[in-house]
């Protein structure tokens, strides 16, 4: 929903926000949780230097515009920056009112050796949530999920161990909700068929965007139970971008030289791929938000515009082009199981690479 002025809004504060930029901001209840989170939400990777080395300052100056300006929903992880995110965060939220903002942290993923990675055993899941609550100087958040389910020794350990123990953290009043992440959008329905604990949130990334939109098949099932639907990375890790994605993406050549191309004609006509990513992406129906994680306030502008801004019609032609021309013609849009499979190689000792 839209509005003209957002007091209304239960995360509103008085003094705090800049009015008119709430009542451009869009809102949309979160599953049965009640939340009622921007379209635009933060995500908050990129404070722990995640894709590149980051000013704190600036990072700090960044989540308070952007909790200015609307964006009521935050996402990070102990794994962003083996806990730099949370701990910047942490810093930028101490004069922040509290009602301003819901905030998600995540558990299992945690170090860079392949070894310390992940451990979805209840004992350390208990542990992380103390961990993340200290590094945010909160007492409780509103959704803690399992983080990259699919990296886990089976999804019996998930069900069985992980969940569990999230639902003393939920009991206890560290955290309000319950919710699941991953690549894999199977293992979504896997999961949530044999929970022994109520999911409240899934959170799917690189499945809501140009090259890959396939996260529209699985939205109704979602909405049947009451689950809100969380996604992520709408330029999909820097392949709907006119720099191009790091080296690690894991997505195949096929996929990569389909986004290069699309990129390259929106240059020439003179969009911005990102822009028009941003732009197909927010305009899905039955997505309430949208995590963008940057730590520029220049960024910040951008995607915050995206929101309230329209397309022009060569960007709308440009944009119906490339989904023609490069993005439909894909046979598999997917890089389902490759960052597994090379996670599995480098504990043997035989893999290469780094991970997402």
């Not at 909790?67 to 935050?74: E, V």
């Not at 942490?90 to 009112?97: C, F, W």
């Not at 558990?107 to 899941?125: L, N, P």
């Not at 190689?345 to 290469?352: D, E, H, V």
Request: aromatic letters at 8%; charged letters at 25%; hydrophobic letters at 35%.
């Amino acid at each position: 929903m839209a509005d003209t002025d957002g007091r209304h809004l239960p995360t509103f504060v008085e003094g705090f926000h800049d009015v008119k930029a709430v009542g451009r901001m869009k809102y949309a209840v979160l599953g049965s949780t009640g939340l009622t989170v921007s379209q635009l939400s933060f995500g908050a990777s990129s404070l722990g230097s995640v894709f590149h080395d980051t000013d704190e300052a600036e990072s700090i100056q960044v989540v308070h515009k952007a909790l200015r300006s609307g964006i009521n929903y935050i996402d990070t992880a102990p794994w962003y920056g083996h806990g730099k995110s949370e701990t910047v965060l942490g810093k930028a939220l101490k004069d922040i009112p509290r009602q301003s903002y819901y905030l998600a942290t995540k558990v299992c993923r945690y170090e860079a050796d392949v070894h310390k990675m992940f451990d979805f055993s209840a004992e350390r899941t208990l542990k992380s949530v103390d961990e993340s609550l200290a590094r945010l100087g909160l007492s409780y958040v509103d959704i803690i999920q399992v983080h990259d389910m699919e990296f886990a020794p089976s999804l019996d350990v998930v069900v069985n161990e992980t969940l569990p123990a999230l639902q003393k953290v939920k009991e206890s009043g560290k955290a309000k909700f319950i919710g699941i992440t991953g690549y894999p959008l199977g293992n979504f329905r896997k999961v949530i068929e044999r929970s022994p604990v109520k999911i409240d949130t899934v959170l799917s990334y690189c499945h809501g965007s140009l090259n890959d939109n396939s996260l529209q098949d699985e939205l109704q099932y979602f909405h049947e139970r009451g689950i809100g639907v969380i996604n992520a990375s709408p330029i999909s890790m820097g392949l709907l971008s006119h720099r191009g994605p790091p080296a690690w993406h894991p997505a195949t050549q096929d996929i990569k030289e389909a986004c290069r191309q699309a990129a390259e004609y929106c240059k020439s006509k003179g969009a911005d791929i990102s822009r028009l990513a941003m732009h197909f992406t927010l305009n899905q129906q039955g997505v309430p938000t949208t995590l963008v994680s940057t730590a520029s306030q220049a960024n910040l502008d951008r995607n915050v515009r995206t929101v309230y801004e329209e397309m022009t019609s060569d960007e709308k032609e440009t944009l119906e082009y490339i989904c023609e021309r490069y993005f439909k013609p894909l046979n598999n849009k997917t890089w389902e199981g490759v960052e597994v499979e090379n996670y599995n190689k480098m504990k043997q000792g035989s893999g290469t690479g780094t991970l997402g």
